[in-house]
């Protein structure tokens, strides 16, 4: 059984000492159930409807060529909502977001900062996968972008943590480099809820350099979603 602190350097961190609970890491690594629990802040049978709506969908010409939906997955009462980019084939698969080597990375760097993937929720802007992991059209965003502001509607996250280049400029409607949008709090403007750009997961494997940097990130959405359930924002 491995410790935090063997998780933060496999992510190439120097551990932090935020968490000095000892939770065994097995219950943060394993998946959550792809069975959401009833959500809390939002109407059930409106979740239930929104579901079946991606579900069902046929607005963009993904649905010719996806496996299955990717609604998202964890909490829908969750304080954080997590947004990467659109569905990779194992999650097109799956039809779960964040499988795979990014996945359980995603949760090591959640489990770092004392959170699980039950304790998140974790969407993507499109979500149904474009072929050949090919980049969203505008036209795709376009269609499928009331999705996830109807997530965003019914979740009231206290932070959104926008992963990746292509989530972040959705999210924000900007052309900035994720290197320009990095180390400051933005709005998600439709509900002027705290938002903050890391890279994703999947970059970072590529990249593993760049993880002090998301850790920084991680601290930077931690720290805001604290201020911001203390009731300093309201
Ligand atoms: Fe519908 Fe979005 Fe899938 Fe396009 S990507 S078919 S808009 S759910």
């Known amino acids: 059984m491995r410790s935090r602190s063997q998780y933060l350097r496999e992510m190439g961190l120097i551990p ?3 968490i000095t609970d000892t939770r065994v890491i097995d219950q943060y690594v394993e998946p959550a159930s792809n069975d959401l629990e009833s959500p809390g802040k939002v109407s059930p049978s409106g979740w239930t409807s929104l579901q079946q709506q991606v579900r069902n969908c046929t607005r963009c010409n993904l649905h010719t060529t996806r496996k299955t939906t990717v609604f998202g997955e964890g909490n829908p009462k969750a304080n954080w909502l997590l947004v990467g980019e659109a569905p990779g084939a194992e999650e097109d698969r799956q039809g779960l977001p964040f499988v795979g080597r990014a996945g359980q990375l995603l949760n090591r760097m959640l489990f770092s900062i004392g ?63 994720i290197g320009q949008l990095r180390g400051r709090i933005h709005r998600y403007p439709a509900y002027d809820i705290p938002l903050v750009v890391t890279y994703h997961p999947a970059y970072l494997l590529r990249s593993p350099q760049s993880k002090a940097k998301a850790w920084a990130d991680l601290i930077l959405a931690l720290a805001e979603s604290e201020r911001v359930a203390g009731g300093e924002d309201v």
């Open 16 to 18: 932090w000492t935020l």
């Open 115 to 177: 959170l699980a993937r039950n304790d998140v929720f974790v969407a993507n802007v499109l979500k149904c996968r474009p072929p050949d992991n090919r980049d969203p059209f505008g036209e795709e965003v376009s269609a499928c972008e009331s999705f996830l502001h109807q997530q965003v509607k019914f979740i009231q996250p206290k932070i959104i943590l926008a992963m990746g280049r292509f989530a972040a400029q959705a999210l924000l409607r900007t052309d900035q480099t």
